[in-house]
């Protein structure tokens, strides 16, 4: 087997191992606060949302900087680091006694992460420039995969062994992928250890100067944001709507799974669309695609309408983020591809962050039928700032790359 290909199999598994076990506390994050003794309602749930998301701020904080260091000594030692470290890290979560110990252990966490991220960087500059769409595709399905199976692990595992034990479970599976990838990925497009390397502001300002990467990072972030922003109130959503026989928390699940499945079934195979016409063709018309099922969303009846639409929605999904990751390897300064993805997943974990809080915020005003429509307006606004400003850049530009006006630039 070709070694791009042998590293793609072995990174989809082991992305596939750590988003099951990342995920797999999920479900229980709340009951393990109730363990601790705490017992306010309120309480509860804002200290949940706490320690859920301080994981991505310190990630946001620290993605560039890994980012670099992967530049200069080189990917796989990245995804080494983070492995064995979330491994530790998360580990110590189940002896955790207090809110606050817990949340401490989740900003670390978010500080040492970085496997997707770093994984993804390894598998675009190892993997020959035709193939890359249809690798990083693969790499998103077992992504995709592991979120939706972990849920259902963590519940159905917490009910056997309780909720301090699947923090060592979650541990003991991060370390396995993480000594997979050890022993069995061979990176052979490394960083040359003769060259300067550049500081870490001066890597940044390279990669902050240039204009296309400014336009994909700012759309990676409303891609996240509009994805996020209506997850927190689905399961309200499915309440509102009647889920069949009363089983809101199934139905809330399956809402999310089947978008899930669409996105694992539709990606590699929009990562070879982009291959042969470009990932930057495929993330328009994805983005379109998203927006224009985004709008029935607003108008469903029933919990069965939703799932039919949600499932038509992650057949979109599926085409965002790896056609995103590709453009950036694509338009990346020579032997800064991992500081320009350090700087893309800050982007999409601000997103994160942001997404259902504002969302959040704004369903008090217009609803969560209200926040699909903006969710498609925003995606549409996107599609046109993609789209437009790539064609600009292209005319303005044309240092590097040279382009007929009126084209979007080709990542072929």
Same mark, same amino acid.
């Given at each position: 087997?070709?070694?791009?290909?042998?590293?793609?199999?072995? $990174?989809?598994?082991?992305?596939?191992?750590? *988003? +099951?076990?990342m995920? *797999? #506390? #999920?479900?229980?994050?709340? $009951?393990?606060?109730?363990?601790?003794?705490?017992?306010?309602?309120?309480?509860?749930? /804002? /200290?949940?949302?706490?320690?859920?998301?301080?994981n991505?701020l310190?990630? %946001?904080?620290?993605?560039p900087? /890994?980012?670099?260091?992967?530049?200069?000594?080189?990917?796989?030692?990245?995804v080494l680091?983070?492995?064995?470290?979330?491994?530790?890290?998360?580990?110590l979560?189940g002896?955790?006694v207090?809110?606050?110990?817990?949340?401490?252990?989740r900003?670390?966490?978010?500080?040492?992460?970085?496997?997707i991220?770093?994984?993804?960087?390894?598998?675009?500059?190892?993997?020959p =420039?035709?193939?890359t769409?249809?690798?990083l595709?693969?790499?998103?399905?077992?992504?995709?995969?592991?979120?939706?199976?972990?849920?259902f692990?963590?519940?159905a595992?917490?009910?056997?062994?309780?909720?301090?034990?699947?923090?060592?479970?979650?541990?003991?599976?991060?370390?396995?992928?993480?000594?997979?990838v050890s022993f069995?990925?061979?990176?052979?497009?490394?960083?040359?250890?003769?060259?300067?390397?550049?500081?870490f502001?001066?890597?940044?300002?390279?990669i902050?100067h240039?204009?296309?990467?400014?336009?994909?990072?700012?759309?990676?972030?409303?891609?996240?944001?509009?994805?996020?922003? +209506?997850?927190p109130?689905?399961?309200?959503?499915?309440?509102?709507?009647?889920?069949?026989?009363?089983?809101?928390?199934?139905?809330?699940?399956?809402?999310?799974?089947?978008?899930?499945?669409?996105?694992?079934?539709?990606?590699?195979?929009?990562g070879?669309?982009g291959?042969?016409?470009?990932?930057?063709?495929?993330?328009?018309?994805a983005?379109?695609?998203a927006?224009?099922f985004?709008?029935?969303h607003?108008f469903?009846?029933?919990?069965?309408?939703?799932?039919?639409f949600r %499932?038509?929605?992650?057949l979109?999904?599926g085409?965002l983020?790896p056609?995103?990751?590709?453009?950036?390897? =694509?338009n990346a300064?020579? &032997?800064k591809?991992?500081?320009?993805?350090?700087?893309s997943? +800050?982007?999409?974990?601000?997103?994160?962050?942001?997404?259902? #809080?504002?969302? &959040?915020?704004?369903?008090?005003?217009?609803? #969560?039928?209200?926040l %699909?429509?903006l969710?498609a307006?925003?995606?549409?606004?996107?599609?046109?700032?993609?789209?437009?400003?790539?064609?600009?850049?292209?005319?303005?530009s044309?240092?590097?790359?040279?382009?007929?006006?009126?084209k979007?630039?080709?990542?072929?």
């Amino acid at each position: 087997m070709e070694t791009w290909k042998r590293n793609l199999y072995i $990174l989809m598994a082991s992305q596939f191992l750590v *988003m +099951s076990a990342m995920s *797999m #506390i #999920i479900p229980f994050l709340p $009951l393990y606060l109730k363990d601790m003794g705490m017992t306010d309602p309120k309480q509860v749930q /804002w /200290w949940a949302g706490l320690i859920f998301g301080i994981n991505f701020l310190s990630a %946001f904080v620290m993605a560039p900087i /890994w980012g670099s260091l992967a530049d200069k000594m080189g990917r796989k030692i990245m995804v080494l680091r983070s492995g064995f470290g979330m491994s530790i890290v998360i580990a110590l979560m189940g002896l955790a006694v207090s809110p606050l110990q817990l949340l401490l252990l989740r900003l670390l966490n978010g500080t040492v992460s970085g496997f997707i991220p770093a994984s993804i960087s390894l598998t675009a500059t190892n993997t020959p =420039k035709e193939r890359t769409g249809y690798a990083l595709g693969m790499l998103q399905s077992g992504a995709v995969a592991g979120n939706i199976m972990g849920p259902f692990i963590g519940g159905a595992l917490a009910e056997v062994v309780g909720f301090r034990m699947i923090f060592l479970l979650t541990g003991i599976m991060i370390t396995l992928a993480t000594l997979v990838v050890s022993f069995a990925v061979k990176e052979e497009v490394k960083p040359d250890p003769s060259e300067k390397k550049a500081g870490f502001f001066a890597d940044g300002s390279q990669i902050l100067h240039e204009k296309r990467l400014l336009i994909l990072f700012s759309v990676g972030f409303m891609l996240q944001f509009a994805m996020l922003a +209506s997850m927190p109130q689905m399961s309200l959503f499915v309440d509102q709507l009647g889920a069949p026989g009363g089983y809101i928390a199934f139905f809330a699940g399956a809402v999310t799974a089947v978008t899930g499945m669409a996105n694992l079934l539709s990606s590699p195979r929009l990562g070879k669309l982009g291959d042969r016409y470009g990932s930057e063709r495929v993330l328009f018309f994805a983005m379109l695609g998203a927006a224009l099922f985004f709008i029935p969303h607003a108008f469903v009846t029933s919990v069965w309408q939703l799932l039919i639409f949600r %499932f038509l929605l992650g057949l979109c999904i599926g085409g965002l983020l790896p056609s995103l990751n590709n453009l950036i390897q =694509k338009n990346a300064p020579p &032997g800064k591809e991992s500081t320009a993805y350090g700087y893309s997943t +800050s982007a999409t974990f601000l997103g994160n962050m942001l997404g259902p #809080i504002i969302g &959040g915020y704004l369903t008090g005003f217009i609803g #969560i039928r209200g926040l %699909f429509l903006l969710t498609a307006a925003m995606l549409l606004i996107g599609a046109m700032w993609l789209k437009k400003g790539l064609q600009r850049v292209a005319v303005d530009s044309p240092r590097t790359h040279q382009f007929p006006p009126g084209k979007m630039p080709s990542a072929r």
